[in-house]
């Protein structure tokens, strides 16, 4: 590897913690696990996780994107 794609590769880890995350919320929510269900739950997990990759992420795009993925997850379950 060199060092541009060192770089370019530094936080990927999370948007796939994102897109996991994301995934567990809408399973729960689709297959009706009570603790997974409970709208509360769900908008702690996104409100706990995005302010975790926000700061991880600092500044980067990486940090902007996982914070979408799990936005746009909670919206989904809302909107069912």
Not at 35 to 64: C, E, H, N, Y
Request: charged letters at 10%; zero cysteines; proline letters at 1%.
């Amino acid at each position: 590897m060199t060092e541009t794609s060192k770089s370019s590769d530094k936080g990927v880890w999370l948007i796939y913690l994102s897109l996991i995350a994301a995934a567990v919320m809408l399973l729960g929510d689709g297959l009706g696990i009570a603790f997974l269900a409970k709208l509360t739950t769900r908008l702690g997990a996104t409100i706990l996780l995005s302010a975790l990759f926000l700061i991880v992420g600092d500044g980067r795009p990486t940090g902007f994107i996982a914070t979408a993925i799990m936005t746009i997850a909670f919206v989904i379950t809302i909107f069912q």
